[in-house]
T-cell receptor, first 112, second 113 residues
C-alpha cells in the first residue's frame, strides 16, 4: 500500500536554529515529490518539486533533497515567519492517472 | 493576479441538507482537483478533472459529486452531508497532470449542524 509519513509531527525551534524535516515514502513508481507550506486557515502553497534521487532544490532558507526512500526539507537559520505546517506529497502513476498522496505534515514553530 | 478562488470560505449546513461548494480559477489550467482535509490530517484527494474527463478516487463516497461546466469553474456537491463530512475542502489546479505543481485555493470550511 502506498504510504507517505512525515516526521516529526511538530517541531519547535529557536530563531536561527537550523533543522530538517523528514518525508519517507513507500510507493510503487514515484513520479515526483512535492513540498508545500500551509499556514492556518489557508490552502497549501507550493515550494518544490523533486523528480529523481539525488536532486536538490533551494529557495531562501529552505533546501529540499530526495533519496530513493525519503526527502528532507532543511531549514537554515529559520525566522518566526517560517512557522507553518510543511506538507509533502507524492505523485505515482503517469499521464492523467494522477495518484496523489499527502503526508500529515510537520507543524513548525520558530520562536523569536 | 492569477489565482484559485473558493466560495464561500465558511459554510454551515444541516445534517442531510445538500450543499454545493464552488471553485474558480484564472490560471487556465487543464486539471482541477478537490481535496478533503480534516483537522490535523493530510489532504485526501476526492476526485479530479482533466479537462472534461472526470476521475473519481476509488474510496470517495457516492455522497460526493462534482461538476465542471467550463475550464474556469468546478463545483463540489455533497448530496446528504453527515457529521463526518465536516472538514476543510480544498480546490487545486495544475497546468497538466501529475508532474506539475498544484495551486490551491484557501479552502471552504464546512460545518454540519
Amino acid at each position: 500500500e502506498d504510504q507517505v509519513t512525515q516526521s516529526p509531527e511538530a517541531l519547535r525551534l529557536q530563531e536561527g536554529e537550523s533543522s530538517s524535516l523528514n518525508c519517507s515514502y513507500t510507493v510503487s513508481g514515484l513520479r515526483g515529490l512535492f513540498w508545500y507550506r500551509q499556514d492556518p486557515g489557508k490552502g497549501p502553497e507550493f515550494l518544490f518539486t523533486l523528480y529523481s534521487a539525488g536532486e536538490e532544490k533551494e529557495k531562501e532558507r529552505l533546501k529540499a533533497t530526495l533519496t530513493k526512500k525519503e526527502s528532507f526539507l532543511h531549514i537554515t537559520a529559520p525566522k518566526p515567519e517560517d512557522s507553518a505546517t510543511y506538507l509533502c506529497a507524492v505523485h505515482t502513476g503517469g499521464g492523467t492517472g494522477n495518484q496523489f498522496y499527502f503526508g500529515t505534515g510537520t507543524s513548525l514553530t520558530v520562536i523569536p | 493576479d492569477a489565482m484559485v478562488i473558493q466560495n464561500p470560505r465558511y459554510q454551515v449546513t444541516q445534517f442531510g441538507k445538500p450543499v454545493t461548494l464552488s471553485c474558480s480559477q484564472t490560471l487556465n489550467h487543464n486539471v482541477m482537483y478537490w481535496y478533503q482535509q480534516k483537522s490535523s490530517q493530510a489532504p485526501k484527494l476526492l476526485f479530479h478533472y482533466y479537462d472534461k474527463d472526470f476521475n473519481n478516487e476509488a474510496d470517495t463516497p457516492d455522497n460526493f459529486q462534482s461538476r465542471r461546466p467550463n475550464t474556469s469553474f468546478c463545483f463540489l456537491d455533497i448530496r446528504s452531508p453527515g457529521l463526518g463530512d465536516a472538514a476543510m475542502y480544498l480546490c487545486a489546479t495544475s497546468r497538466e497532470g501529475g508532474l506539475q505543481p498544484q495551486h490551491f485555493g484557501d479552502g471552504t470550511r464546512l460545518s454540519i449542524l
